[in-house]
């Protein structure tokens, strides 16, 4: 019987933009199989959530407990080498979480034919996939997306959407900010409802992070 425990734990997290709290009260859990999409308008703290779970920045206050294995993290910035390959991107991110194999990433993301062509040649569409590629090698059952499909185009944006689903069926987890309906179920979570409603300033600015 498949382990059911959360993944993934937030219990009333408060958060920081700039030195100033902007998110207060967020508490929710992930288990196995589970997708969630954070929704809201621009500047609502979706980012800054996500930045706080991956852990480049610390919560104002609460706890986050996350399974032993930890999580990945994708952001706008596709974190890739200009001078390697795809496929040495690829295996460099593989050896660095120790797992080996990136075919099945490649072939997740159309991009066998671009093996062999440098990270600093690739289109925006092409780099973006290939940083989302990455999380196929990093072994992680824990995916934090912050707006993954930036740069992707309609087939692109299908390709990562099975690739989600797939991970969703074999027992991992996805936090996305997201504005757009990927096209299977996901629960929508809406931050509106934990908006701060303490002027309070954190010692903590994000931009020091």
């Not at 999580?71 to 690829?90: I, Y």
């Not at 990136?102 to 996939?129: E, M, T, V």
Request: proline share 2%.
């Amino acid at each position: 019987m498949q382990d059911n425990a959360p993944l993934l734990q937030l219990s009333d997290i408060a958060c920081a933009r700039g030195g100033r709290v902007v998110l207060e009260g967020v508490s929710f859990s992930l288990r196995p199989g589970q997708g969630v999409a954070l929704r809201g308008a621009n500047g609502s703290g979706k980012t800054t959530l996500l930045r706080t779970i991956a852990g480049l920045q610390p919560p104002v206050s609460g706890t986050i407990t996350c399974a032993e294995e930890g999580l990945a993290f994708a952001s706008h910035a596709d974190g890739l080498k200009g001078a390697l390959t795809v496929s040495e991107n690829l295996l460099f991110w593989a050896t660095l979480h120790g797992q080996d194999g990136i075919n099945a990433a490649l072939s997740a993301f159309a991009l066998s034919d671009l093996q062999d062509r440098r990270a600093a040649n690739l289109s925006a569409g092409q780099k973006r996939r290939l940083g989302l590629a990455r999380l196929l090698v990093t072994g992680r059952r824990i995916w934090i997306l912050d707006e993954p499909t930036v740069s992707l185009d309609y087939a692109a944006t299908q390709l990562f959407a099975q690739v989600v689903q797939a991970h969703l069926a074999k027992g991992g987890v996805a936090l996305m900010a997201t504005h757009i309906d990927l096209g299977f179920e996901c629960q929508d979570l809406d931050l509106t409802t934990f908006q701060a409603s303490r002027a309070v300033a954190s010692e903590f600015d994000e931009a020091f992070a």
